[in-house]
């Protein structure tokens, strides 16, 4: 069944049992992939990972696990990113099969109406399917609000709004801020607190969100000598990687759909000018330099070498600065030649 907006936080922090198969798609896939961990932690389950490849070579194997026991006791969820059409088989296999102990999360990119994917998860009584858009406005207001909430933050719409657009709208960076907001101030839920400018001022994320940002810049301006000097200076161990690359990952958001607007004929500058309130005016000449340099082909390949590097280092124990380093320097030579 299709899931709506005003039923999903219900849906995912309440979860119906007899719900065996929960595609979370669309664009904004840090929400898709926040929601499915909402659905793991409400149940208290251990995460399995289980790639498309294999679901593929295997189809059976998706209800097999879906099916067996935790070693450890308790719920596991069994967890699929990125889905892809290789598991079709594997859900239809999982929801006409008999009942399972493990529900199934998948999170998938955009897939349109006609996907074979979504339409079984929509017709299915048993699945439960959620399109994931990158919030803007009022909207990321609230996704703010909501998400400070759960970590006994008390917000006020201007702060909201300050927080959301330091974070790009990204769900993911915001939790992060929050979370360190929280804990600055001595929040938590059963004790909430007003989170004001304050705070914010001396921790908040806009300091961090633009080096993240400027970092995804320089390698798709392909300034080779001052992005490798950038990347000496981020300390090791550290956690940067994956607000790099979903910084990375916004940025190309917008050059993408620019730039095919401009091989279907249309002005540069006039494309320029209808980015408007989304860009900001000092990033302007640098956007409009990207433009220019890179084919929407060329940053299409850019955004999914992006999205499997966030998976590599999110399920993997990859140095994250090495590999990191690696593709925003593969990016920046690729720029420079251009």
């Known amino acids: 069944m299709k899931a709506a907006k005003g039923s999903i936080d219900r849906a995912v922090d309440q979860p119906n049992r007899d719900v065996r198969f929960y595609l979370f798609h669309g664009q904004d896939q840090s929400q898709s992939r926040a929601l499915a961990a909402r659905v793991a932690e409400a149940l208290s389950a251990s995460r399995f990972l289980i790639s498309a490849a294999s679901i593929k070579a295997d189809p059976a194997s998706l209800a097999d696990e879906a099916g067996a026991m935790n070693l450890f006791g308790g719920i596991r969820v069994v967890w699929i990113e990125p889905a892809t059409k290789d598991i079709e088989e594997g859900v239809v296999a999982l929801l006409e099969g008999p009942a399972t102990e493990n529900p199934v999360l998948a999170i998938a990119g955009p897939l349109t109406k006609t996907s074979p994917l979504l339409k079984l998860a929509e017709a299915s009584p048993l699945a439960l399917a ?78 961090n969100e633009s080096d993240f940002l400027r970092l995804a810049d320089l390698a798709l301006s392909g300034n080779v000598g001052e992005l490798a000097d950038q990347l000496a200076r981020l300390p090791v161990g550290g956690s940067e990687a994956i607000p790099v690359v979903r910084s990375l990952q916004r940025r190309l958001l917008m050059l993408a759909p620019a730039r095919a607007r401009v091989e279907r004929g249309e002005r540069p500058d006039a494309v320029m000018a209808s980015l408007g309130r989304s860009l900001f005016w000092k990033d302007k000449a640098v956007v409009e330099r990207m433009i220019g340099k890179w084919r ?14 966030e998976r590599e280092l999110m399920f993997t124990d990859a140095p994250e600065r090495e590999a990191l380093g690696e593709e925003l320097m593969a990016i920046a030579r690729k720029a420079r030649s251009r």
């Open 130 to 207: 959620y399109a994931s858009y990158a919030p803007e406005g009022q909207e990321a207001e609230r996704m703010v609000i909501d998400i400070g909430r759960r970590f006994g933050l008390k917000i006020a719409p201007a702060v909201a709004a300050r927080v959301a657009d330091a974070a790009a709208n990204d769900r993911a960076i915001a939790s992060q801020e929050l979370e360190k907001l929280a804990l600055y101030i001595d929040a938590s839920p059963h004790a909430p607190k007003e989170l004001d400018h304050d705070a914010i001022d001396a921790v908040g994320a806009e300091s």
């Open 296 to 309: 929407a082909d060329e940053l299409a390949t850019v955004a999914e070498r992006a999205g499997r590097l």
